[in-house]
């Protein structure tokens, strides 16, 4: 049986609960072969191009509440990062290199030369080894919501009850097979209590958990993203630029902004 060449379903945006009145008229779910992967893309709106990076363990329906707004001013794309939600899903590249990479090749079928960026949680590291390597694409870069190792300090292994359940699934997360097994059939428990945690006082609504614990059930490899970082090349840009001011992606792009204001 031979996938869509269309998204549709869970995962697409014909498929996704609770959008934004009008969020179909001005968005589309479309797959983009990258050459080595099947990307799957949400795009809509007019202007410029600005690239979404969600974090763990979201889908580009992170972002649905903020696109229509963006889309008044940018061509936005929203993607499904390697090994989640529709996307493809192979077995191996899920170092931030690869991911960034995956991201270029994505905006080059897009036909976006330069584009701006923003990344959250663990796309905060794979948008700013993009804006390192990658310099002469990134016009613009906004990060947020992450330690970025090499810089930020990991976290001490015992910590408060409200931190502890907020954070120790970066740990469990880099055990090599056993999280697979304890997860598997029990989603709902173990993504519930993540949503449940790191929303803190402003909880998600049940729809959109229930969505997201739904595409997760799917078939997929764990969350590699999260097993790479402690050792990811990346972390040697981050200390290059601590050291280099020059070298931070994230300052340069800091200076160019200031064109755009």
Same mark, same amino acid.
């Given at each position: 049986?031979? !996938?869509?060449? %269309?998204?549709?379903? @869970? ?5 996704? @609960? ?18 080595e992967l099947r990307l799957h893309a ?6 410029? @191009? ?17 696109? @229509? ?26 170092? %931030?290199?690869?991911?960034? !990479? ?18 959250t949680d663990v796309g905060m590291p ?17 990060? !947020? ?48 209590a993540e949503f449940d945690a790191s929303?803190? %006082? ?60």
């Amino acid at each position: 049986m031979t !996938s869509p060449s %269309t998204p549709e379903g @869970p995962g697409s945006v014909c498929g996704a @609960p609770n959008l934004p009145a009008g969020f179909t008229g001005t968005f589309a779910s479309r797959y983009v072969d990258t050459g080595e992967l099947r990307l799957h893309a949400v795009t809509g709106g007019d202007g410029p @191009p600005l690239l979404l990076v969600h974090g763990w363990p979201q889908t580009w329906y992170q972002f649905r509440l903020i696109m @229509p707004g963006l889309a008044r001013d940018f061509s936005v794309v929203a993607v499904d990062q390697r090994g989640i939600g529709l996307s493809d899903k192979p077995p191996g590249g899920y170092d %931030t290199a690869t991911l960034a !990479s995956d991201l270029v090749k994505l905006m080059d079928a897009l036909g976006h030369p330069r584009f701006a960026l923003y990344g959250t949680d663990v796309g905060m590291p794979i948008a700013y080894a993009l804006a390192a390597d990658h310099r002469d694409r990134v016009d613009r870069l906004v990060v !947020s919501e992450a330690p970025l190792p090499g810089i930020s300090p990991s976290p001490p292994l015992f910590l408060p009850p409200p931190l502890n359940a907020m954070l120790w699934h970066l740990a469990f997360n880099q055990l090599p097979k056993i999280n697979e097994q304890l997860v598997t059939g029990r989603e709902d428990i173990f993504f519930g209590a993540e949503f449940d945690a790191s929303a803190g %006082t402003r909880k998600l609504p049940d729809g959109a958990v229930k969505y997201y614990i739904d595409t997760l059930k799917r078939p997929r490899p764990p969350a590699r993203q999260l097993r790479v970082l402690p050792r990811d090349p990346h972390d040697q840009r981050a200390e290059r630029a601590a050291q280099d001011p020059a070298a931070d992606p994230a300052r340069a792009r800091h200076r160019r902004s200031r064109k755009f204001r």
